[in-house]
């Protein structure tokens, strides 16, 4: 069965959330932590998080996930950036705690022209200070696209971090279709080519998570800009080929397209119907 949600606001809590993906056909979402562009988070009120846990397990939600905001850098060439990622993500996890065994997606971030080295250095660091043992949650690297200084656009790049943090079981990968297209890994022509590579790389058995975008800019052009499924240079056919991939099947899959609500309930519905051929 094709796991698949897309981006919902958070405004009005979990439950929300969770009726509103169930009402467009998804059986998972994905939300910001706080306001993408930074900021304190909304109080997390634990008689909506029950409703919500009741209302996953009997709708049969797969995993969920939760985006950290875009402005959270921990490889910053400013000390304070730096520290407000780390305290933005420790208290993000902490907050996920209250939702057992989901999924925390960042982007890595970019050097600003330290270098590749020491940005994977700082991200690791951070990494290395907020994963702690007994904690429930999944944090995953998300794949870039490689404008700037962006670091995540290799599957090397992103396997150089993972060696260097200490709690390696905490950690996995968000294979963003719009953004590897981007950086130069064809997933059009040679899926599995590509899969194969990120097994030899990373481990598939890291990929816990898949961002299913189509791309408004041609390959290797390292743009970043999402488009809505079959209007882009990746095409319905390579997207669907992903969503059916038996390597693949068993992922959470979140849609991040430039859509509203019946947009994303129109996608869902022909991605499922692509699975069913």
């Keep these: 069965m094709l796991h698949i949600g897309c981006h919902l606001s958070s405004s009005k809590g979990y439950l929300n959330m969770g009726e509103t993906a169930a009402s467009i056909g998804a059986d998972t979402f994905q939300f910001f932590t706080r306001n993408p562009r930074g900021g304190a988070a909304k109080a997390i009120d634990p008689d909506d998080v029950k409703a919500f846990i009741a209302f996953a397990e009997k709708n049969n939600f797969a995993k969920i996930v939760a985006h950290a905001p875009y402005t959270l850098n921990p490889c910053s060439d400013k000390e304070a950036t730096r520290e407000f990622a780390l305290s933005t993500m420790a208290d993000d996890l902490a907050r996920m705690e209250y939702t057992p065994g989901q999924l925390y997606n960042f982007h890595p971030g970019s050097h600003v022209g330290q ?24 944090v995953l690297l998300e794949t870039m696209a490689g404008k700037g200084s962006e670091i995540g656009r290799s599957f090397e790049e992103l396997r150089e971090i993972i060696d260097r943090v200490e709690l390696k079981d905490k950690l996995g990968v968000c294979l963003d279709t719009c953004h590897v297209y981007d950086a130069g890994y ?92």
């Design 115 to 138: 270098g590749v080295d020491l940005g994977i250095e700082l991200i690791a660091k951070q990494l290395n200070t907020v994963l702690k043992p007994d904690m429930t949650t999944k």
């Design 186 to 277: 064809d997933i059009v022509n040679n899926l599995d080519g590509v899969l194969d590579e990120f097994d030899r790389v990373i481990g598939l058995d890291r990929l816990n998570a898949v961002h299913i975008n189509d791309s408004k800019n041609p390959f290797e052009s390292h743009k970043d800009r999402h488009e809505k499924i079959g209007d882009g240079s990746l095409g319905f056919e390579a997207l669907a080929r992903i969503v059916n991939n038996p390597r693949l099947k068993d992922l959470t899959f979140i849609l991040e397209t430039p859509n509203e609500l019946d947009g994303y309930a129109h996608e869902i519905r022909i991605l499922r119907e692509a699975c069913k051929l």
